[in-house]
């Protein structure tokens, strides 16, 4: 073997240790709170959920049953209590993309995590209701991560059924998102937004907790424009009427946050 042949073997055998193993898993992400857009209020079809944020109610629609959107904001509840539910009262229900009188319903959930991670998959359990056909019928849904300087990537994944709990269709009732090998590996985020859900029973799905796994990054944080507007000013009554490099000036990525959906989730 030439010397050549010895300094590649060595050069694969050292990217082979940098490559993490298939299907390996981090940590259990805290999910502090989360927003949802287009949410359908409990109570709708007897099933129910809580939240403990702001609930602000939104348009009414037929769906077979009456029903109620509304936008939530700023709390926690039964998509990430820790309980894997196994009734209607502990599992969330969602309609998309559109009610039977029409009306065009299009979840967007927005899940803040306690420190900047990146990804390897996200658990999405239906709930295990045996005895019902709506858990486990997702097929799909976009995953946006948002970055600590708040630019978005997103992707649409297929889900992946696991557990061992099936609906009366003899689907298992929780889908499974794997980020490793998609384009948002290796992407530092903060938050995580779920959207374009794709799969339902009817037009309905349901949601009774939500995991996300990964690895912590360190990361140097980012001051916040008040915050650089109030350096800013300090600076200037140090130097004088100078003016100061604002730096900040070239995070165009926030205006394609807003962009990307009607209300820029609030919070962390
Ligand atoms: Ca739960």
Do not use: C
Request: glycine share 12%.
């Amino acid at each position: 073997m030439s010397n050549h042949q010895v300094r590649a073997l060595l050069a694969v055998s050292f990217l082979t240790l940098l490559v993490p193993v298939a299907g390996a898993r981090g940590e259990q992400i805290l999910l502090s709170k989360y927003d949802i857009d287009d949410a359908v209020l409990s109570g709708h079809g007897n099933w129910a959920h809580t939240y403990s944020g702001t609930i602000t109610p939104g348009a009414s629609f037929v769906n077979f049953v009456n029903g109620r959107l509304g936008t939530y904001r700023g709390g926690g509840g039964t998509l990430t209590d820790g309980v894997i539910g196994s009734t209607l009262q502990t599992s969330q229900l969602f309609v998309t993309p559109q009610a039977t009188d029409g009306t065009v319903i299009r979840p967007v959930i927005t899940f803040f995590l306690d420190a900047v991670f990146t990804l390897d998959t996200i658990d999405l359990y239906g709930g295990d209701i045996p005895n019902n056909g709506i858990p486990g019928e997702l097929t799909g849904v976009t995953v946006t991560l948002v970055t600590p300087d708040l630019s978005v990537v997103s992707h649409a994944f297929q889900t992946t059924p696991f557990g061992t709990v099936q609906n009366t269709l003899g689907s298992l009732v929780n889908d499974r998102v794997v980020l490793g090998g998609s384009p948002l590996e290796g992407i530092a985020a903060t938050r995580v937004i779920l959207s374009d859900f794709i799969g339902t029973n009817s037009n309905w799905f349901s949601l009774t907790e939500v995991q996300m796994f990964g690895n912590r990054v360190s990361v140097t944080p980012i001051p916040e424009p008040t915050s650089l507007v109030l350096m800013g000013t300090g600076l200037l009554a140090l130097i004088g009427a100078r003016p100061v490099r604002r730096r900040w000036m070239g995070r165009s990525s926030r205006l394609t946050l807003s962009e990307t959906f009607r209300n820029e989730p609030q919070g962390a």
